[in-house]
Structures are given as structure tokens and as C-alpha cells.
């Protein structure tokens, strides 16, 4: 995983963890309908976690940056 001012940079998805541990309604995993997001340790330290496999299905739909109340998701 590349690592840089604490964003974990994936192919074309960026999250800011630092705002994922402050989140406490994981918009990001419930509206992608492609299934691009999962939100692990929800209780102690919530952290979005990418889909390697499912991120080429990403349409740039942008509803999951829209939901995001932590503004937390760039999409290059
Ligand atoms: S990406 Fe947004 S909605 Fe998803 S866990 Fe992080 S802060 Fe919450
Ligand atoms: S842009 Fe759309 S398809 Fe891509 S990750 Fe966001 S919600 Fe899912």
C-alpha cells in the first residue's frame, strides 16, 4: 500500500483515513452500488478499505462523494 500525508493511495480511489475515524455512518459502503467500499474495525477505528478487485468497476458515479459527510473520498 503506498502511503502518503496520511492517504492511502489505490489505483484511482483516495481516502483519507484520518476522516474515516471519525465517521460513524459508512455512507461510502452503503451506496456504491458496485461494491467498491468496505468499511472495517467500525467500532473502535472505522477504516475504508478499497475492493482491489472490484475498483475497475467504478463508473465515477460520484454518490459515494456526495455521501460522504467527512468529505474523505477523491476520485482522479
Ligand atoms: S470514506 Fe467517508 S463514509 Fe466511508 S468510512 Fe470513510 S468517512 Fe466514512
Ligand atoms: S463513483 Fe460510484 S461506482 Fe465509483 S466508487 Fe463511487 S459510488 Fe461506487
Given at each position: 500500500m503506498e502511503v502518503s500525508n496520511n492517504c492511502s493511495t489505490k489505483t484511482?480511489?483516495?481516502i483519507n483515513e484520518n476522516k474515516?475515524?471519525?465517521c460513524q455512518t459508512f455512507e461510502c459502503e452503503n451506496v456504491c452500488f458496485r461494491g467498491i467500499y468496505k468499511v472495517?474495525?467500525?467500532d473502535l477505528a472505522p477504516?475504508?478499505?478499497?475492493a482491489k478487485e472490484?475498483?475497475?468497476f467504478c463508473?465515477?458515479?460520484h454518490l459515494c462523494t456526495t455521501a460522504c459527510k467527512q468529505k474523505a473520498i477523491e476520485i482522479l
Open positions: 484511482f480511489h483516495i474515516c475515524l471519525k472495517i474495525n467500525k477504516k475504508c478499505v478499497i472490484r475498483e475497475p463508473v465515477k458515479c
